[in-house]
């Protein structure tokens, strides 16, 4: 079995930065895909950030610029820096890993940004 584990979710003001982290533990022999979704109330969850085999990246095209995603392959930690915050941006942020065919979430963290 494998574990994710976010972080570093809370309140910010319009134009704040945070930093969510991601670590991933158990039976992991390579990890694939690592990545970030969201989920604001009353929307679906959409793709924020990903990280393939930790060459490509994907981006929102509303996060683009903002936000960056980082992964650190010996710690099997993802993270996403996210700076010049707007309160669009508040949501559930997802984390998800792909280990294998499977993929893994995390339970999530709320991301609130105030205006």
């Known amino acids: 079995q494998v574990q994710v584990v976010e972080s570093g979710g809370g309140l910010v003001q319009a134009g704040g930065s945070l930093r969510l982290s991601c670590a991933a533990s158990?039976?992991?022999?390579?990890?694939?895909?690592m990545g970030w979704y969201r989920q604001a109330p009353g929307k679906q969850r959409e793709l924020v950030a990903a990280?393939?085999?930790?060459?490509?990246?994907n981006y929102a095209d509303s996060v683009k610029g903002r936000f960056t995603i980082s992964r650190d392959n010996v710690k099997n930690t993802v993270y996403l820096q996210m700076n010049s915050l707007k309160p669009e941006d508040t949501a559930v942020y997802y984390c998800?890993?792909?280990?294998?065919?499977?993929?893994?979430w995390g339970q999530g963290t709320q991301v609130t940004i105030s205006s």
């Open positions: 998800y890993v792909g280990v294998g065919s499977r993929d893994y």
């Open positions: 158990g039976r992991i022999l390579s990890l694939n895909t």
């Open positions: 990280s393939r085999s930790g060459r490509i990246t």
